[in-house]
């Protein structure tokens, strides 16, 4: 039966909620139960800091006495993420505010037919097995005079026992049960219903729509669509349309082929500014200069006006990520000045 499940792209790693699987290149990483729910939560909310008490409320019943047990946790996800040098790169700590996730994320819905669950429950029936302490097939008939119900699995340990030869052939069967589920899974965990394998290495940051009824906010919006060029740019190896040629694109409905056709670009970042008082809501996505597909669409950035470097960053970031750019040092250093 096809199962949709989401699972987020963070550079090299897969994070797949459902199955509480932490994997890199495909290689799993062992991740215990809480501290993954903790990624998972900072993933999810990446669009802001998560305070320490918010955490020990969802996860820890809110109470002082698991602080010690908080940190740790985020330093056992630190560790699976191979983010412990100075600079972070996945989870970014400010003391006194909290935790934030502030790598790139690329959301995928992917459809598959095995679970990694159901596999496992597929080699737990030998461990069962061997653990029954029922040796005598008869005995079973007794059981439901005692008001008991014999399970299955105590029926097949004793016919198991009984019978060596069968024993021998259900091992077989078994052995090409998990085999074959292994095959299933892994070839339908590779396809994806959304994947964009090819990388894209230009892209086209259109003119952001100002929603403020204030013309004054106008001048915002198209400063931070020249910060969002400036700051794409750093990239090593990404082509980035100047200023001067995209604003030409200002004001109007664009077909995403058109923009393809006279600038030979790869990808599109749109989106939409409001600016009301002291803070700022933005939304972007990035799309297929192609085909018009959506590589990716972030959530609100609802912050105050004195974030907005921060959320131009996490934006190129995700860019870079939705393009399936994977960033070195140096450019990691470039966007973070």
């Known amino acids: 039966m096809n199962q949709l499940r989401k699972r987020y792209l963070l550079e090299d790693y897969s994070l797949v909620p459902d199955e509480q699987l932490l994997s890199r290149s495909g290689e799993p990483i062992h991740l215990p139960k809480k501290p993954f729910q903790v990624l998972t939560y900072l993933v999810e909310h990446r669009d802001r800091f998560v ?3 918010e955490l020990l409320d969802q996860f820890w019943d809110g ?31 400010r003391w006194g505010v909290g935790y934030r996730y502030i790598g790139p994320v690329t959301e995928q819905i992917v459809r598959e037919e095995t679970s990694i669950t159901e596999i496992e429950r597929t080699r737990g029936v030998k461990i069962i097995v061997e653990e029954e302490e029922i040796h005598d097939e008869t005995a079973l008939d007794k059981l439901p005079a005692a008001g008991l119900a014999p399970s299955p ?62 013309p004054e906010s106008e001048y915002f919006s198209d400063g931070l669509t020249e910060n969002l060029i400036n700051t794409l740019s750093r990239i090593e190896g990404l082509k980035v349309i100047s200023h001067g040629s995209v604003f030409a694109f200002k004001g109007k409905e664009i077909d995403p082929r058109e923009v393809r056709e006279k600038m030979g670009v790869g990808a599109l970042l749109e989106g939409s500014v409001l600016k009301t008082g002291d803070r700022v809501r933005v939304n972007v996505r990035l799309v297929n200069a192609e085909d018009g597909r959506v590589l990716w669409a972030s959530n609100t ?8 470097f921060t959320i131009q ?25």
């Open 313 to 337: 960053d996490e934006i190129a970031r995700n860019t870079a990520a939705g393009l399936r750019l994977q960033l070195n040092g140096e450019d990691q250093k470039r966007l973070a000045k």
């Open 153 to 214: 699995t105590l029926r097949l340990r004793a016919i198991l026992k009984r019978h060596p030869a069968v024993a021998v052939l259900a091992l077989l069967f078994l052995a090409g049960s998990i085999g074959a589920a292994v095959i299933i899974t892994s070839r339908q965990q590779r396809v994806p219903v959304e994947t964009h394998p090819t990388q894209i290495r230009s892209v086209a940051v259109l003119p952001l729509k100002n929603l403020s009824n204030d």
């Open 51 to 53: 305070s320490r008490a």
């Open 301 to 308: 950035y609802d912050r105050p006006v004195g974030d907005i």
């Open 63 to 93: 109470k002082d006495v698991y602080d010690d047990a908080l940190r740790k946790c985020v330093g056992a996800i630190r560790k699976a993420l191979d983010d412990q040098s100075d600079e972070a790169r996945f989870i970014e700590t």
